[in-house]
Structures are given as structure tokens and as C-alpha cells.
């Protein structure tokens, strides 16, 4: 099984600022990775697949980028509503199909 | 406009069952994997099973295996998850979503429902 491991926890940043989160593969997914952001109450929202491909209507503040095992999601200028949790996941070896632990950006 | 509503979901009793489904618009559910995820209360999402779209190739997580049983009623255009010897660790809420491109198994999940809560005790 693949383990996926995301870095920071949590990350405490204000509106207007860069936030850089960070997803670690066990062994190599080649570039089969995407990202969901997951507000409170709401379902998971697909942001990037294929490690830095952005889905229908996803601003362009949302990047992603890396391949093989180390993977970053980044957000060049944080707004209101991108506050939430983001989970990677990989599609590379399953079953079984594997998500990391998330990360939360809450405002600091 | 792509839609997934999931329904069934409530209280179920340990070694009870729970059927969920998962009802699909705008699209043909038949030609795309579909796929469910759950999220116990707090926690994270983990994946549970999965049904190809085209070959009716089922998969499962360990922890349900013999357990829970995927299926779909093209005719219905819905998704379903058989819960059998239901057990504590099952509570969650369960997601339906929907891969991103037609065939087999692409695994990027583009469309979700708003999930239905599973809850098992006595």
C-alpha cells in the first residue's frame, strides 16, 4: 500500500499570503496525484489531477506541481474561501487506492 | 448538469446491514467508474470501493471486503453499497463520486454527493 503524507497539519496564514502545502509518497506514484479542498459540511472538490493539472473552474491560484514522491499544492494568494482542508490522493498502484491525512489552512 | 445524490444511510445495528445508493444525473453512470468514499466523524476520507465502467470489475478495501458489495442498476442510473456484518468502525459518511473520464478506471473523482451518515451501534 502507498502511504501518502502530507505536511504541515495545519497551516496558519493570513488572507493575501502564499500558502505551500506538501504530499509524500511512500514509493514513486509517477505523476498520478491529485488534490481535493474540503470545507466544513461539504463534500471534497477535485482542484489538480496528474500532479499539476487544474480541474473545471479552479482559479488559477491554485498550482500544483512535483512528481514521483514528493508533491506540492500551492496557493499563490489565499482568499476567504480557500480556507479548508486539502487531502492528496494517488491513483498510481491500487488497490488500494490511498488519500494522506490532509492538511487544514486556517486563518491566522 | 452533473449530479450525484447519495441516500440510505442511518443507524444500523452491529452485524446488521445498510444498503446506500447513490442516484446519478446527467451523465450515464454505466460509462464511468464510480467509486466510494467514506469519512468517520473528524477524520479523513478513505477509499472503500470501486466499480469499473465498462467491464463491471468490483474492488475493495480490506476492511470491507466479504463485507460490502458494489453494484449499479444502469436501468435506475444508480450506484449501490450492500453493508453487511456492519461493525463500529464503519461509521462514517459516505460519499458517491464519480471518475472524471469515461472507461474503465481513471480514479480522478470529479463529482461528489453531499455523502449520507452511517452510523452502527446498538
Known amino acids: 500500500e502507498i502511504v501518502l503524507t502530507q505536511s504541515p497539519a495545519t497551516l496558519s496564514l493570513s488572507p493575501g499570503e502564499r500558502a505551500t502545502l506538501s504530499c509524500r509518497a511512500s514509493e514513486s506514484v509517477r505523476n498520478y496525484l491529485a488534490w481535493y479542498q474540503q470545507k466544513p459540511g461539504q463534500a471534497p472538490r477535485l482542484l489538480i489531477y496528474?500532479?499539476?493539472n487544474r480541474a473545471t473552474g479552479i482559479p488559477a491560484r491554485f498550482s500544483g506541481s512535483g512528481s514521483g514522491t514528493d508533491f506540492t499544492l500551492s496557493i499563490s494568494s489565499l482568499e476567504a474561501e480557500d480556507f479548508a482542508v486539502y487531502y492528496c490522493?494517488?491513483?498510481?498502484?491500487?488497490?488500494?487506492?490511498?488519500f494522506g491525512g490532509g492538511t487544514k489552512v486556517e486563518i491566522k | 448538469e452533473v449530479q450525484v445524490l447519495e441516500s440510505g444511510g442511518g443507524l444500523g445495528q452491529p452485524g446488521g446491514s445498510l444498503r446506500l445508493s447513490c442516484a446519478a444525473s446527467?451523465?450515464?453512470?454505466?460509462?464511468?467508474?464510480m467509486t466510494w468514499v467514506r469519512q468517520p466523524p473528524g477524520k479523513g476520507l478513505e477509499w472503500v470501493s470501486s466499480?469499473?465502467?465498462?467491464?463491471?470489475?468490483?474492488y475493495y478495501a480490506d476492511s470491507v471486503k466479504g463485507r460490502f458489495i458494489i453494484s449499479r442498476d444502469s436501468s435506475k442510473n444508480t450506484l449501490f453499497l450492500q453493508m453487511n456484518s456492519l461493525r463500529a468502525e464503519d461509521t462514517a459518511i459516505y460519499y458517491c463520486a464519480k471518475s472524471k473520464s469515461p472507461g474503465n478506471t481513471d480514479m480522478i473523482f470529479d463529482y461528489w454527493g453531499q455523502g449520507t451518515l452511517v452510523t452502527v451501534s446498538s
Open positions: 446527467g451523465f450515464t453512470l454505466s460509462n464511468y467508474a
Open positions: 496528474d500532479a499539476s
Open positions: 490522493q494517488q491513483r498510481y498502484k491500487w488497490p488500494p487506492l490511498t
Open positions: 466499480l469499473s465502467g465498462s467491464s463491471d470489475r468490483t
